[in-house]
């Protein structure tokens, strides 16, 4: 029962992450596209937004998990932004998300995708000083008690 509960945490965890990210990249879609007079979102792209942003939702998670402070390291946000700009370019990009995008538009969405990066970063920061706060909050009482 311990290894379902954690399982079902993770993916509730992971669900909260790729909805964020999700839709970041359908508002983006639709905004790039009402700008080139367009009305109507592909199916098939929403199809792979999702799986984009699950994909990354799950590296995300893997990266930094619940209850360890790991944003201290490093390497680790590197790697989480490095993973980002790889899924979500290569992905708009390869799988041409934005198609009749001016050269400006694109680097528009990059800086847009990097704002969103730090933001989220920052998120997770101000999740992870709490915690650690309130961690120590307990083990004083401990001491206290």
């Given at each position: 029962m311990e290894q379902f509960n954690r399982f079902y945490l993770w993916g509730v965890n992971t669900k909260y992450r790729m909805g964020l990210y999700f839709s970041a990249a359908v508002f983006c879609k639709g905004l790039v596209n009402a700008l080139l007079g367009s009305w109507a979102l592909e199916t098939v792209v929403l199809l792979e937004?999702?799986?984009?942003?699950?994909?990354?939702?799950?590296?995300?998670?893997?990266?930094?998990?619940?209850?360890?402070?790991?944003?201290?390291?490093?390497?680790?946000?590197?790697?989480?932004?490095?993973?980002?700009?790889?899924?979500?370019?290569?992905?708009?990009?390869?799988?041409?998300?934005?198609?009749?995008?001016?050269?400006?538009?694109?680097?528009?969405?990059?800086?847009?995708?990097?704002?969103?990066?730090?933001?989220?970063?920052?998120?997770?920061?101000?999740?992870?000083?709490?915690?650690t706060a309130a961690l120590n909050q307990g083990l004083r009482r401990f001491q206290e008690g």
């Open positions: 937004m999702l799986l984009a942003c699950f994909a990354f939702a799950c590296t995300e998670t893997a990266l930094f998990p619940n209850g360890k402070n790991l944003l201290a390291e490093r390497r680790r946000v590197v790697l989480w932004a490095v993973l980002a700009n790889v899924i979500f370019i290569g992905c708009a990009w390869g799988l041409n998300w934005f198609p009749g995008l001016p050269l400006w538009g694109g680097f528009v969405l990059v800086l847009f995708l990097e704002y969103g990066l730090a933001a989220m970063w920052y998120a997770l920061y101000l999740r992870e000083k709490r915690d």
